[in-house]
């Protein structure tokens, strides 16, 4: 089989695996359980919590001592078999830890993917700047086919979820032992102590202003992401409590809608080199910014009726505000950072977003909601969605007063590297 084949096989999965429950686990949890918000925002945390330590350890054991392709099927099938668990959870405290035994083994399967990948690649003698970027955007497709999957087979509200997921995640292990050898490399020479092998250098970056302040910023919108993933089916899901949208395909097909949102990250991926290149990292990021204050305020005034242009644009503006931080960023961090941490610096980049804004973003959320914006009738979605608004607003004007950088066009390069 064609190496480029089995990694778009490979990326397809690994989507399809997370996008099967991580957008329709709310409605799961809050039409069949009725547990609390504030509960299941430590749930969303847990993707948080696992990306905080997992990369880096899974990444010294693939640098050291095993293959990194087989690395990553153990902990798919691990991560599967777990998964298949959740459907006989009855309580969410057990539910919280299945779930973050869970992300313990997905999260850094997605660094490990873009390791055996690129390694394959290079030993094919491709080029992976043109080769890597039509491979990975086969990965949102797998995650739009798998919430599109979960809605039409009814299952958006069900226990089956976990188990298409689960089942996706066993075979995909079993792939993997099949996808091409990427071997430990070693320890290099010039490593001679724990903190450069842990790539803990990096946080030395902390030290300098402008990278602090992108860190930091890092951060808050990592927290905005996990908003939307957390409640945005939930949202459309509740307007069936509301007669005239009962019966309405936004209601029948919440998930369908949602995936909108990332049908519109393929488009906007091939629209950054534009952007960058014309108004520069600084001005596409607070672009970005702008496109979660939009997301958010559209949610905030739109429904399945006169309102449905407003939830189809939110998903729409959802690819830019997604795609101008996550790239520009990562893209921002290679630039500005010495060669000798620079992979350590792009995984303190995960780790802001993934990590510590994933927690902000999931605990908080949920305590804010469930004290200010829950009662008995339900959830007050225009005040939720409103002061998240507020929330990307605020984040945007302190970025645009306080973050300086120069614009440099040559230095900017082709965005794929």
Known sequence: MNVKIKLTIMSFLQFFVWGAWLITVGVYWFQNKQWSGAEFGAVFSTMGIASLFMPTLTGIIADKWMNAEKLYGILHILGGLTLMLVP?????????????????????????????????????????????????????????VAMWITNLSGNKASANQFYIAGFVGVALGVYAFFLPKCPPLGTTKGEKSMVKMLGLDAFKLFKNYKMALFFLFSMLLGAALQLTNAYGDVFLDDFKHIPEFADSIVVKYSTLIMSISQMSETLFILAIPFFLKRFGIKKVMLISMIAWVLRFGLFAYGD????????????????????????????????????????????????????????????????????????????????IWLTFAIYALIVAFLFAILFKHKHNPEKIGDVSH
């Open 88 to 144: 006989t959870i009855g309580n969410p405290s057990d539910f919280f830890w299945i779930i973050l035994l869970a992300m313990v083994f997905y999260m850094p399967t997605i660094a490990l993917s873009n390791s055996i990948s690129y390694n394959a690649l290079k030993i094919n003698g491709l080029d992976i700047v043109k080769s890597f970027p039509p491979i990975r955007v086969w990965g949102t497709v797998g995650f739009i």
């Open 304 to 383: 399945p009726g006169s309102g449905v242009w407003m939830i189809i644009l939110s998903g729409i503006v959802y690819g830019m505000a997604f795609d101008f931080f996550n790239i520009s960023g990562s893209l921002f961090v290679e630039t500005e950072t010495d060669s000798s941490i620079r992979n350590s610096a792009q995984g303190l980049f995960m780790m802001m977003t993934n990590g510590f804004g994933a927690i902000l973003g999931s605990i908080a959320s949920g305590i804010i909601i469930d004290l200010y914006f829950t009662s008995e009738v339900g959830k007050d979605w225009n005040g």
